[in-house]
């Protein structure tokens, strides 16, 4: 085991005592539309926080991948889970059978899908508010965007994949962080030629979807179609599955490297966010020379 770029980091530390808030913001210009919410925000701090945004897969919801949320916002960011309607929950809740059985039923309209990009949009409306509401400070040049699986792909289109041939890129965001990065197949032409922000990606070897069949090389497509000027990388789990990232447990039988796993998903995110969002050096080379050899040949990193 190396050190770290940070001084006194655990990846069994959450570190500082955080606040979690919950809220729904209503889209009148969408007729009600509600977007739950879920901010995590160090207790104790007056500096202006950078602001991380994740979205949750098909059936999740704003209290998915807690785990990673605690730990960001502890070491010092704001991190805001939104829910987005028609993809969360309400897909299997109250509903007979397994959850997938549920969810797999679902035929998904592209309304729906689109649906997301705009939630998006309209919660970058509301963050002067909502920093003043939660009494913090945020550093509103200094986002990021992540999301795991369905919310991989709302990352990835905010990071500017076409969807349906059309973009919905946005320019608020300095770096985006898909887990379970989704391959384009609806059709679009080029549809990674617009990436141009930096992004990480992670995967696994196990990391096959629960409803479109995707396994992990199949997500690299993504990391191997974007320009060759976009900053990428891509990390890959030995023996990771799909549900870890969203911190969800018991998926596999027998899978026993979940807080493994998690402390690997924790320390290179956080390295991504201080990279990139709040100027690490350190953090940057940290990822290039040292996070495979600390994972102990469980994770395997590429870039450019």
């Known amino acids: 085991m190396g050190t770290f770029w940070r001084d006194n980091l655990n990846p069994d530390d959450d570190g500082q005592r955080i606040a979690i808030t919950r809220g729904e913001w209503i889209d009148e210009s969408r007729d009600d539309r509600k977007i739950p919410y879920k901010l995590y925000v160090p207790k104790e701090t007056n500096e202006p926080l950078p602001l991380v945004i994740w979205s949750h897969g098909l059936g999740g919801s704003r209290d998915g991948a807690g785990f990673l949320s605690r730990f960001i916002a502890g070491h010092g960011y704001a991190v805001l889970n939104i829910q987005h309607p028609g993809t969360d929950l309400s897909l299997w809740v109250g509903k007979p059978g397994h959850p997938w059985d549920a969810i797999r039923a679902v035929k998904l309209t592209d309304d729906v899908k689109i649906a997301r990009f705009y939630d998006v949009e309209h919660v970058l409306t509301r963050l002067d508010a909502l920093a003043e509401e939660a009494n913090i400070s945020l550093d509103l040049n200094n986002i990021g965007f992540s999301g795991h699986s369905m919310g991989a792909i709302t990352t990835q289109v905010m990071a500017g994949q076409k969807f349906r041939g059309k973009s919905y890129k946005s320019g608020a965001f300095k770096a985006f962080l898909p887990y379970s990065q989704m391959p384009c197949r609806d059709g679009s032409e080029n549809p990674y030629d617009d990436m141009s922000a930096p992004l990480f990606m992670m995967t696994g070897t196990e990391d096959d979807s629960p409803v479109d069949g995707y396994d992990y090389t199949a997500r690299q497509e993504v990391f191997k179609d974007m320009p060759e000027s976009t900053t990428r ?21 027998g899978y026993d490297k979940i807080p493994e796993h998690e402390r690997i998903i924790k320390i290179a995110s956080l390295a991504w966010w201080d990279w990139h969002l709040k100027g690490d050096k350190k953090a940057h080379e940290w990822l290039n020379n040292d996070l495979e050899d600390w994972s102990e040949g469980e994770a395997s990193l590429e870039h450019f």
Request: aromatic letters at 10%; charged letters at 25%.
């Open 233 to 253: 990388y891509a990390l890959i789990l030995k023996d990771g599955d799909h549900m870890v990232f969203a911190g969800s447990r018991g998926q596999l039988e």
